[in-house]
């Protein structure tokens, strides 16, 4: 068992899976609008592509890939979500192994870099690396498992915009000329550099808080970095599927705020 937090997190993931697997399916809005299609663009597979997903969830970026020929590989820690991830791809058609991995243990991080050396095209990570207390582990094994021509592709919630750092603020008014209520919505920042771990309940009605490691930018590429892989393509989507008056804090009212943070690692010499 890895050290740090993960206990704590993992007895929280056992269970929440029920609850996040029921709420999320195959994706709320975040994912259908934002994460899934973006992971697909700087991913590029094709057929014949290795994908390997660290974190899988209950499974819905792996089951994404898993098409056209594509092999893909999912681990994660909570033997709750792997059981999900499994029952719901089973019944979708599609062919995902899922295997459990805890990305902070080192000993089974070496091992499954052993059992699969530079097999990987692409590796996914989708709303992960807040959940790890250390990046250094995951960092320094990505190399062993990615084919010198591989990408990693990060999914995160933008760490300048987002929770927990940043807080929506919705101001409403009235139009002096034309007596309409008028909505307008802006982030405030008190803090960015240090902050948490905080716990969070990122699903409204979740069972179970988790516990958030937030890390200023250079602080969640510094890792990766000091591992011998640089980014080469960033995106920051917001909602742009219009604006939800009914619903004055909603993401979707905030299109020039970015929701997502998604960068693309390679190796600096494959
Ligand atoms: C926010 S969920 C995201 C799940 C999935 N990637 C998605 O986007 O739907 C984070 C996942 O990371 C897993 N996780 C957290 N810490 C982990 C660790 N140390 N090793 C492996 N998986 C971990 C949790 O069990 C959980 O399934």
């Given at each position: 068992m890895a050290c740090?937090?993960?206990?704590?997190?993992l007895g929280q993931w056992n269970k929440n899976a029920e609850f996040w697997?029921?709420?999320?399916?195959?994706?709320?809005?975040?994912?259908?609008?934002?994460?899934?299609?973006t992971l697909e663009e700087l991913a590029d597979a094709k057929p014949g592509d290795k994908v390997l997903d660290?974190?899988?969830?209950?499974?819905?970026?792996?089951?994404?890939?898993?098409?056209?020929?594509?092999?893909?590989?999912?681990?994660?820690?909570?033997?709750?979500?792997?059981e999900n991830a499994r029952r719901r791809t089973e019944g979708s058609g599609k062919v995902v192994t899922f295997?459990?991995?805890?990305?902070?243990?080192?000993?089974?991080?070496?091992?499954?870099?052993?059992?699969?050396?530079?097999?990987?095209?692409?590796?996914?990570?989708?709303?992960l690396l807040k959940e790890l207390s250390d990046l250094k582990p995951l960092a320094e094994f990505l190399p062993k498992v990615l084919k010198p021509t591989g990408r990693i592709i990060m999914a995160n919630l933008h760490p300048c915009f987002r929770?927990?750092?940043?807080?929506?603020v919705v101001e409403v008014t009235e139009n002096p000329r034309t007596g309409a209520q008028e909505i307008q919505t802006l982030i405030k920042v008190s803090r960015y550099l240090n902050i948490?771990?905080?716990?969070?309940?990122?699903?409204?009605?979740q069972p179970e808080p988790l516990l958030w490691f937030h890390r200023p930018i250079h602080q969640l590429l510094g890792p990766f970095f000091d591992a011998g892989l640089v980014v080469n393509m960033v995106r920051e989507p917001s909602f742009q599927s219009g604006e939800d008056p009914s619903l004055a804090q909603s993401y979707h009212n905030f299109p020039?705020?970015?929701?997502?943070?998604?960068?693309?690692?390679?190796l600096l010499n494959p």
């Open positions: 740090g937090a993960t206990p704590a997190n697997d029921q709420t999320l399916g195959e994706g709320n809005d975040l994912f259908l609008e934002l994460i899934l299609p660290i974190g899988t969830g209950n499974g819905i970026v792996a089951r994404r890939f898993a098409r056209d020929g594509v092999h893909v590989v999912a681990t994660d820690y909570s033997e709750a979500q792997i295997l459990q991995l805890d990305l902070l243990d080192k000993s089974a991080l070496d091992e499954f870099a052993e059992q699969f050396p530079q097999e990987f095209d692409i590796v996914t990570g989708s709303m929770k927990p750092g940043a807080h929506r948490g771990p905080v716990q969070s309940k990122a699903l409204r009605g020039q705020i970015p929701m997502q943070f998604i960068f693309r690692l390679v």
